[in-house]
C-alpha cells in the first residue's frame, strides 16, 4: 500500500509534514510517495533516520495556497504538489492521498481528478468529534454549503460504512442535526431527509438529535448540510480551547492550586488528548472514488502522522468498494 502526501501543504508544511511521514515510517511501516520541491524535502529529509526504501519523492514546482479559488488551482496548478498527489491516485499508483492545504482545492481535485463514485450526488467531509461514547462521525462537515434531501440521505449511508470499516462500529446509529429531536421538528430540508432516512434499509436510523447531544453520543453518525456541519465543528474546536485555557487558568492561581493540578494531572493529560484534533489525525472526502484524506490545515506532525494512519485504515477497510457496493450491489 502507498499513500501519496502532498508535502507543501499546510500551514507547517514542509516541517511538520516531513516529521510526520517519518514517523508514519517508522511506527507504521508506511509506503510513502510526497509530492513537492524535491531539493526542500530532501534537506529535511536529511535530519531524520528512517527506512529510505520506504519514501519517494515526486519533484513538483507549484504549490496551491490558501487563497488560490478551487477550480483556477485544479486547472493552472496541475504540477503543485496537491495535484500530483491526487493523480497519482487516479493513476493507481498509490492507494490513498493526504493534504493539508486548501480544503475546496481539494475537493475540487477529488472530484475533477479522481472524480466520484458512481451514483454518489455529492462527496462529503466526515470528521470525527470526540463524545463520551469516544467518537462521533459528522458529515458533511464543509464541503457542501447548501444540500439536498438525498444529499444527507446518502451521508448517512457513506458515514455509516465508515464506522463499520474503519473505526469498527458493527452497527452504527445515524440521525440528522436537528433544533429538536421530535419527529417533524426543522427545516423542508430536515424533514424531507427524516423521511428518506426512515425508509432506508441500509442504515440504522435513530431520528434527529439537537447540536447539544452530538457529544453526549447519541448517535454514531450524524448528518445535516455542510454549512451546519462546519459551523458545529468550529464550534466544538473552540469550546475546547476555550475550556483548557481557563482551567490552566484556575490551576496557576495560587500554590494550593497548582498542587491540585499536580494531582489531576494523568486525568486532564487525557482530557486534552481526547479534546486535541490531532489524534483523529484527517477527514475523508467520502464519496470520491479513492481514499482522499484531509488534514487539518494547521497539522502539526503527530496530526500529519495519524492522517496516514487513518488513510491505511481507510484503505483496508476498502470503504470505497463498500460504496460501491452498497450503492450499486457489486
Known amino acids: 500500500m502507498k499513500i501519496a ?76 504538489s496537491m495535484m500530483v498527489a491526487l493523480e497519482l491516485v487516479k493513476e493507481k499508483k498509490a492507494d490513498a492521498a493526504v493534504s493539508a492545504g486548501n480544503t475546496g482545492a481539494l475537493l475540487a481535485g477529488g472530484l475533477l481528478v479522481i472524480g466520484r463514485i458512481s451514483g454518489v450526488d455529492r462527496p462529503a467531509l466526515c470528521t470525527a468529534l470526540p463524545s463520551k ?50 419527529e417533524g421538528k426543522g427545516n423542508e430540508l430536515t424533514k424531507a431527509a427524516y423521511e428518506l432516512l426512515k425508509e432506508e434499509s441500509r442504515i440504522n436510523f435513530v431520528g434527529n438529535v439537537e447540536a447539544r447531544e452530538i457529544p453526549e453520543g447519541k448517535a454514531d453518525v450524524v448528518v445535516c448540510d455542510g454549512f451546519t456541519g462546519n459551523v458545529i465543528l468550529k464550534l466544538i474546536e473552540g469550546v475546547a480551547d476555550f475550556i483548557m485555557g481557563k482551567l490552566k487558568g484556575v490551576f496557576m492561581e495560587s500554590i494550593l492550586s497548582k498542587l491540585g493540578a499536580l494531582l489531576v494531572r494523568d486525568g486532564l493529560r487525557r ?52 460504496i460501491k457496493n452498497s450503492l450499486h450491489g457489486e
Open 5 to 80: 502526501i502532498d508535502g507543501m501543504g499546510g500551514d507547517h508544511a514542509p516541517f511538520s509534514t516531513v516529521k510526520g511521514i517519518v514517523d508514519a515510517i517508522n511506527e507504521y511501516g508506511a509506503d510513502i510517495i510526497v509530492t513537492g520541491d524535491k531539493a526542500v524535502l530532501e534537506k529535511e529529509f536529511q535530519k531524520y533516520s528512517y527506512d529510505k526504501g520506504k519514501l519517494e519523492i515526486v519533484h513538483t514546482t507549484q504549490v496551491v495556497t490558501n487563497d488560490d479559488k478551487p477550480v483556477k488551482a485544479v486547472k493552472g496548478k496541475k504540477d503543485s
Open 133 to 182: 461514547k469516544g467518537f462521533t462521525l459528522l458529515l458533511d462537515a464543509g464541503a457542501n454549503a447548501d444540500c439536498k434531501p438525498l444529499n444527507l440521505s446518502q451521508f448517512g449511508i457513506m458515514g455509516s460504512i465508515y464506522a463499520k470499516q474503519v473505526l469498527g462500529v458493527k452497527s452504527p446509529t445515524v440521525a440528522i442535526v436537528n433544533v429538536g429531536s421530535e
Open 271 to 322: 482530557m486534552k488528548s481526547e479534546l486535541d484534533y490531532s489524534e483523529y489525525g484527517g477527514a475523508p472526502f467520502v464519496g470520491v472514488d479513492g481514499a482522499l484524506i484531509k488534514a487539518h490545515g494547521s497539522s502539526d506532525a503527530k496530526a500529519v502522522k495519524n492522517a496516514i494512519r487513518y488513510a491505511m485504515k481507510y484503505v483496508d477497510g476498502n470503504v470505497v468498494g463498500e
